[in-house]
């Protein structure tokens, strides 16, 4: 699904359950986002040849955080494509080591679960911090919103006015709500972190779990927050 000139949405799983992101630079280098569980790579390998590039051409992974949904299909992907493996400083250690992140112990499913699944352990190369931006596609903004994870970031691609929302929002079944409590590391503070996503300026919202937002979209994303909060953004 192309959400702007060189931004494409590469549904991993039906149903936009769960999808990766894949900015495509004119000389056809590509920057992923996300990879998915580790049944994914396959998806992504279709998605990227519908495209016209291939896993020869993807150059960064950047993670949004280090939960197996996002990082499973991260070795094999690294493996296929020789690409460069960017996550924030607060969870690079978890990708590294190839473990989850402490879940939050003040739920239920917290308690019972202690630490999130992880993936297969692999090299982190880069190791970004919140607001630096990135020289992809003309400029890929970092957000620390951390809570899901610690180092759970959102990313704000300026010249297309795309947000990647990463688990910050969810959109299933075009309703956004709050990430599940017990997959969180800190569910209140990524409730609070997640109000950033509201003083941005984007023309579409697109999600990692869910369809994206393309009419409306900043106003939608502060209408949720407004709603959450019981007052103005």
Known sequence: MQLAPGVWRIATAPSDLISSFAFVEDDGRVTLVDAGTRRAPKRLVA??????????????????????????????????????????????????????????????????????????????????????????????????????????????HEPSGTLVTGDSIWNMRARMTWSVPMFCTDHRLAKETAHVLGELDYEIAAFTHGPEIRDGAREAVRGFLRRKAGTSV
Do not use: C, F, W
């Open 47 to 156: 998605g990227l040849e519908h495209i016209g590039v291939g896993p020869s051409d993807v150059a960064r992974i950047i993670v949004t955080h280090a939960h197996p949904d996002h990082v499973g299909g991260l070795v094999a992907m690294r493996g296929r494509t020789g690409a460069t493996v960017a996550v924030h400083e607060r969870d690079a250690a978890y990708v590294r080591e190839g473990k989850g992140p402490v879940l939050d112990r003040t739920t239920l499913g917290g308690r019972l679960l202690r630490r999130n699944a992880g993936a297969g352990p692999t090299p982190v190369d880069e190791e970004l911090v919140d607001g630096q931006v990135l020289d992809v596609a003309g400029g890929l903004r970092v957000l620390h919103t951390p809570g899901h994870t610690p180092g759970h970031v959102s990313l704000l």
